[in-house]
């Protein structure tokens, strides 16, 4: 079965900025998408591309078959919610959720009836003649979702949904959010750079960096297979450590300044012998370990951040890297001398070819 | 594409209203189309041009420093100190900036002029038979500018001071300044950019300024006075070198101090709390004076009102009118001549300000939005009125419009009743145009863009969502280009004809004949309508609550 929302080779360069260089995704029916990346990394641009605000240079956006790259974003039927929601400060709230009823030439009984169903929806029933400025931003946030919701698009846009809230609201809203997409079940494409709102709300993450698409692929296979450097130190805590490849028994091995050597890592096959990598590793898969343990490295505990039942211990290691390990609280202490290896739980630790500073 | 031709067109027709005839006045001064310095020279060799020219200069100078001597002191006062009545009196001060230029020379004319209240008490107290002064030359003009253009200063400070965090004083303080430092280190160079801007406007306004020098100026001449004086004797050619003369200085200061302000950009940040207003010792006592000066401000208006209800010749020696009747205005109304004038001013002024509305909107709504390359040109376009004196634009637009070549885009419009509307939408144009700028700037555009993908297209955007949202910024700046035109004087006496003659010139007219008490009627009316004009569209007022959608 074909995508629902593919967008094909999208390029967008403002000036001599590239804003995003070939972004290719496919995304299902009923399927959720978060755009995920840090500031500058294009997710804004892919997604005003896929609204019509913006025209991409190269590429195509497509929809049920039908190509809309070049049609006028009021053609779309696309719902958008926007960053700071752009409720139309001079009208009520259900003229704002009506406005986008008008094509449909509705009686002014059945727009009334849509209007009080896309609120309840929301759980704003009854809130029409209330005023956009006497709202709260969790309420403003809801009916932007009903008046995008309100005209049935065909795919819902979200920017940055949850960044204008502030943070005590921001769980209860996602919460709100994922169960009314869901309802709907609307193809949804949304913009956010806070991973824990990637992960929770969409069935897949497209990771973007430098307007490329580094990775798209479910929250559990981005945090434990990540396919580049990139995306293995952007999501989740990780530390990053110098090595050579190979010099181990098995077929992915790492040889550390220090001498250790860890079997077990996870690599390109294309690396070879001796290449200079960076080993990526979670904080859960390294441990403290007796000396002449296998694997292991000498290194001093810097500092201890207290997490409850755990903490992150910064260890300056031999050769001059520095690792974070998760270890029981009262593991060490800093300034102790420890010796730290691989975990044999927790995701493997990755090498990547080592990245020529830019 | 379409966008792209309309861009275009709009930008070629403005340029046609406001860049082509400034163009052909500067071709013509310099002897098109024989091209020779003649006229040129002949400027350059007469004392009295350098003088008018110079004296222009200086008045302006003079003016801008004596506004800001009296302005920001009062700025300071009002906005850091609280007393009684200080909300009342506050409003009431800025209230000269609101009216015509010519109803305040008139009004000071019937207070401190030659036969004028103050000049009849002085006169009766020392028992002489001279008025004891002339209310003429350049120390009345000063006068009349400082009464006029301090409020300038008064208005830029205040809302300078107002925009003021108070956690700059905390901080000098807390850092051992004494108060006199704070206003020396933190406080005036904070300011900096609102005194230039203050300076500026007074100066430019100063520059163009022309009801004053015109009726109290005497014999002494500054630049607006003497090419409408050249054009008066017939001496076109000269005039024109007068009005490149001018424009050219008014484009120097313009250069001048905006580069002033520019060069040390400081930006007083809106965050925190504004600073609270000390209670004054003597509160009362400052109130008093404040009432005062304020009485000395609304005076000569009154003294106006006053003058409208004196019946003819009725009024000799004594000190206050000895006859009061509305005989004055039953004239005005009754007699369809006199009526005549207020209906021209009116509708010159009303179809004026909506086209000048039609054109800064979509000028302003094709250059921010479009972002195309003529964006920046639309931009000048419509501001460039606001840099150069009305005078240059009255001769440029009579130059222009004084030949029949319709392939050069020039007609006949002198002499029939399009040049005066067209004259006051070219000036209009800068005042619609900079509040429909900065309305749509201020507009988020995704307001615009949710309407689109909310499938509203172009025409139900700008209907729905555009103009609803403009309509206090639009209505601020309609109500004073439809003030500007209302009072105008200086277009209006270099292109009037006698059918659409407009209120200002019917003001003249009657002081010519005699009939002060018409001409003071006159002055009440565009007063009270530009008053009222203000009041109604001009703070947003009923503009801003009527917002129902």
């Known amino acids: 079965m074909p995508a629902y929302l593919t967008l094909d080779g999208l390029r967008k360069k403002f000036g001599d900025f590239e804003a995003t260089r070939d972004v290719s995704l496919a995304i299902d029916r009923s399927e959720i998408v978060a755009l995920l990346g840090p500031s500058g990394s294009g997710k804004t641009t892919v997604l005003r591309l896929v609204a019509g605000f913006e025209t991409p240079d190269a590429g195509t956006i497509r929809v049920e078959g039908e190509d809309v790259t070049r049609l006028a974003p009021e053609r779309r039927r696309f719902g958008m919610v926007f960053q700071h929601y752009a409720l139309f400060p001079h009208m009520t709230v259900g003229e704002n959720v009506g406005f986008g009823l008008s094509g449909e030439r509705l009686s002014d009984a059945a727009e009334k009836e849509r209007v009080s169903e896309a609120l309840s929806a929301v759980d704003l029933t009854g809130f029409e003649e209330r005023r956009v400025p006497s709202l709260s931003g969790g309420q403003q946030q809801r009916v932007a979702l009903a008046r995008a919701l309100a005209p049935r698009p065909r795919v819902l846009l979200l920017d940055e949904p949850l960044s204008n809230l502030d943070p005590t609201l921001r769980d209860r809203t996602r919460r709100e959010l994922k169960r009314i997409i869901r309802k709907v079940g609307i193809t949804t494409l949304f913009v956010t750079h806070e991973q824990e709102e990637a992960f929770d709300l969409g069935d897949r993450v497209a990771v973007l960096s430098r307007g490329r698409l580094e990775q798209v692929a479910s929250p559990e296979t981005l945090y434990e297979e990540p396919a580049t450097r990139f995306v293995a130190a952007f999501i989740g805590r990780s530390s990053i450590l110098p090595a050579a490849w190979g010099g181990g028994r098995g077929a992915g091995s790492v040889t550390f300044p220090s001498g250790a050597v860890w079997d077990a890592v996870a690599g390109d096959a294309a690396l070879h012998p001796q290449e200079p990598v960076d080993v990526v590793v979670r904080p859960e898969s390294l441990r403290f370990v007796s000396a002449g343990t296998a694997g292991a490295i000498p290194g001093e505990v810097l500092e201890r951040r207290y997490a409850g039942h755990s903490a992150y211990f910064g260890v300056r290691l031999a050769g001059d890297a520095e690792a974070e390990v998760l270890a029981r609280p009262d593991a060490a202490r800093p300034g102790d001398a420890v010796v730290v290896a691989p975990a044999p739980d927790g995701p493997a630790p990755r090498a990547y070819p080592k990245e020529k500073e830019t | ?549």
């Open chain 2, 1 to 549: 594409m379409t966008r792209k031709i309309q861009a275009a067109l709009l930008a070629l027709l403005l340029a046609w209203l406001v860049g082509y005839p400034l163009l052909l006045t500067l071709a013509e001064a310099l002897g098109a189309p024989h091209w020779n310095l003649r006229h040129v020279l002949d400027f350059a060799r007469r004392t009295d041009e350098w003088g008018a020219l110079w004296a222009s200069v200086w008045i302006s100078l003079a003016t801008v420093g004596l506004s800001a001597a009296i302005g920001i002191p009062l700025a300071f006062l009002f906005e850091t100190a609280d007393f009684p009545g200080r909300r009342v009196l506050g409003t009431l001060i800025a209230l000269p900036v609101v009216l015509p230029p010519l109803v305040g020379v008139l009004a000071f004319l019937f207070l401190y002029g030659e036969s004028g209240v103050v000049a009849r008490a002085v006169q009766l107290a020392t028992r002489s038979s001279e008025p004891p002064w002339r209310l003429s030359g350049p120390a009345a003009i000063l006068l009349v500018h400082a009464y006029t253009m301090f409020v300038y200063f008064y208005l830029f400070t205040r809302a300078g001071l107002a925009r003021l965090d108070a956690a700059y004083y905390e901080a000098a303080s807390a850092l051992g300044a004494g108060r006199l430092r704070i206003l020396r280190r933190v406080t005036l160079p904070l300011l900096r950019p609102v005194l230039a801007g203050a300076a500026l406007l007074t100066f430019m306004t100063s520059l163009s300024s022309f009801s004053a020098p015109y009726l109290i100026g005497g014999t002494f001449r500054v630049m607006t006075t003497q090419i409408v004086f050249s054009r008066l004797n017939g001496d076109v050619e000269a005039a024109m070198v007068e009005t490149v003369a001018l424009a050219a200085i008014a484009l120097g200061g313009l250069v001048l101090l905006q580069r002033a302000e520019k060069r040390k950009d400081v930006s007083g940040a809106v965050r925190g709390t504004a600073p609270t207003r000390r209670r004054l010792r003597r509160g009362g006592l400052v109130a008093v004076w404040g009432w005062l000066f304020a009485a000395i401000l609304l005076l000569p208006h009154a003294m106006l009102l006053l003058v409208s209800f004196v019946p003819p010749g009725s009024w000799t020696t004594e000190l206050l009118p000895p006859v009061l009747s509305g005989a004055n205005w039953a004239s005005v109304f009754s007699e369809p001549e006199r009526l005549r004038p207020i209906g021209n001013s009116l509708w010159m002024s009303t179809a004026s300000t909506a086209a000048a509305l039609a054109l800064g909107l979509a000028a302003a709504w094709t250059a921010v939005r479009g972002k195309g390359r003529l964006a920046g040109a639309l931009e000048n376009l419509v501001a460039i009125p606001w840099a150069l004196p009305g005078t240059v634009f009255a001769v440029a637009l009579a130059t222009t419009f004084s030949v029949r070549a319709p392939w050069a885009g020039r007609f006949i419009l002198v002499g029939t009743a399009l040049i005066l509307p067209l004259a006051y939408l070219v000036r209009n144009l800068p005042l619609t145009g900079r509040a429909a700028f900065a309305g749509l700037r201020q507009l988020d555009p995704a307001l615009e863009e949710a309407a689109a993908s909310l499938g509203a297209g172009r025409a139900r955007r700008f209907r729905r969502v555009v103009l609803p949202l403009l309509r206090p910024a639009l209505a601020a700046g309609a109500s004073i280009a439809f003030i500007t035109s209302l009072g105008d004087f200086v277009v209006s006496i270099v292109l009037y004809t006698f059918d659409t003659r407009p209120i200002s010139i019917e003001i003249l007219s009657s002081l010519r004949m005699q009939e002060t008490g018409v001409g003071a009627a006159y002055g009440v009316l565009l007063a009270a309508l530009s008053a009222a004009s203000f009041l109604f569209f001009g703070t947003g007022g009923p503009g801003a609550a009527a917002r129902s959608g």
